[in-house]
């Protein structure tokens, strides 16, 4: 046993560089007992968390759940993108649906739109939970997603046949004092809005009709309690053809 | 083939207490259910730690998603032959929050020379010695030597190298290797801590 063996401790403890680590890695593939013992010793640092635990700011959840839906997972086994491309979208639209499900059913996002939005917000949240089911479940509902190159994603479920969509805004930097986000349904190059967001708020799960026909949408950044058309570049635009 | 993961919309009951290794495997077949339930059992856990490694709430905020989205992604690495859901999710928030500390503390670097380390570490060994409940973890971390516990304790909510511990306990880096690995070591023993 080398004297590298030592470095167990730190190791466990993430106390050593990253070219120490890399060159305990290769050590750790090699010497088993190596792997057991830092298992243990990174097993006995959690044990301490509890110490420590406290209630995460509550939209954090919702972003969780709203960004991992927009990620697809490593598979462990057999990398062939090309077999695995039709697959991999309708998992991530499967999981898009369940992670909204989960959002409406926790009541963790709320659908919070002004009141001149498009939609009507007088319907109970129920109801709207169920036209968002709906919109998940149609056969034709397409999914995009979008990075916002300031931070944050846009994710949309669209069904032409329902004439529905949900967008799925999450994280994105703060909209600043007296602003909000605006979501739009563009077509033929004219915005139509589709909902606005509480001011200050940087996520929220809205539920947007008219859109068939429709070619994107678009999320703006725009004086609280919106705009009738857009005032400002849009942060990001979502193609739905 | 292999078998796609339920097809079904609707949440799936949430077993109380969670099974947090049934959950990551859930949640490594594309359940989302199971990730939300798993999310609810860990993050105050996770947000906890990286909270005080980081210090500022909105980057422990930050690095929480950024953790919480990566064991979505890679959930499949997971095996409880190796360790339970909490090791390993809280293995890497632990390790991404210390990629960040490090990352700022860098940048500060370049911006100022002068290196002084002003975090006052103390608080947080002193409160995270002080806050456990489980009589069994307090009575542990005083089984300790000083220089194991504060070495441990320096590193792991520090974010700091071993190197950077000598430094600042003074003392020799064999010296601080070594304490940090048999400390663990003891703390596990007494923790009865084992795997497999």
């Not at chain 1, 700011?57 to 919702?62: E, K, N, S, T």
């Not at chain 2, 609810?40 to 919480?68: C, H, N, S």
């Not at chain 2, 997971?78 to 991404?96: E, N, P, Q």
Request: hydrophobic residues 45%.
């Amino acid at each position: 046993m080398t004297d590298i063996h030592t470095l167990a401790g730190a190791y466990a403890l993430d106390a050593i560089d990253e070219l120490e680590r890399a060159r305990f890695d290769r050590h750790l593939a090699e010497c088993p007992s190596c792997a057991a013992e830092v298992a243990e010793l990174t097993e006995t640092m959690a044990v301490l968390s509890d110490a420590t635990a406290e209630a995460p700011p509550p939209g954090l959840r919702a972003a969780v759940l709203a960004r991992s839906a927009a990620t697809p997972q490593t598979r462990l086994a057999e990398r062939r993108p090309a077999v695995r491309r039709p697959a991999v979208r309708w998992q991530r639209l499967v999981a898009a649906a369940a992670a909204i499900i989960a959002l409406g059913g926790a009541g963790a996002v709320g659908y919070q739109v002004a009141s001149n939005s498009a939609h009507s917000h007088n319907a109970p949240a129920s109801a709207e939970s169920k036209k968002i089911a709906a919109v998940l479940a149609a056969p034709d509902a397409r999914l995009t997603s979008a990075k916002v190159t300031e931070g944050g994603h846009v994710t949309v479920i669209a069904s032409p046949s329902l004439d529905e969509a949900v967008a799925v805004v999450a994280r994105l930097p703060s909209p600043g004092l007296g602003h909000a986000y605006q979501l739009w349904v563009i077509s033929h190059g004219t915005p139509r809005s589709a909902g606005v967001l509480a001011a200050g708020s940087t996520s929220a799960t809205e539920l947007l009709s008219g859109v068939r026909g429709a070619q994107a949408i678009g999320v703006s950044r725009e004086p609280a309690g919106g705009s009738r058309t857009p005032t400002q570049p849009l942060v990001t635009q979502l193609s739905l053809t | 083939m292999t078998p796609e993961p339920e097809r079904t919309l609707e949440r799936p009951q949430r077993p109380a207490p969670p099974d947090l290794d049934k959950l990551l495997y859930s949640a490594a077949a594309g359940d989302q259910g199971a990730f939300a339930a798993l999310y609810d059992a860990i993050a105050p856990r996770a947000y906890g730690l990286i909270r005080r490694i980081v210090r500022d709430p909105a980057l422990a905020e930050e690095v929480t998603q950024d953790v919480m989205v990566e064991v979505w992604r890679t959930s499949a690495r997971f095996d409880s032959k190796r360790g339970t859901a909490v090791g390993w999710i809280l293995a890497i928030a632990h390790h991404r929050a210390v990629d960040r500390v490090r990352a700022e503390q860098a940048a500060t670097d370049r911006e100022r020379r002068t290196t002084t380390a002003s975090v006052p570490f103390d608080e947080v060994i002193a409160e995270v010695t002080a806050r456990q409940e489980q009589l069994a973890v307090r009575r542990c971390l005083q089984a300790l030597t000083g220089i194991q516990r504060e070495a441990i304790l320096l590193a792991y909510y520090g974010g700091l190298t071993y190197r950077d511990v000598a430094e600042r306990l003074g003392a020799a880096l064999p010296t601080i290797k070594t304490r940090m690995r048999d400390g663990l070591i003891r703390l596990r023993d007494c923790l009865g801590v084992a795997l497999g």
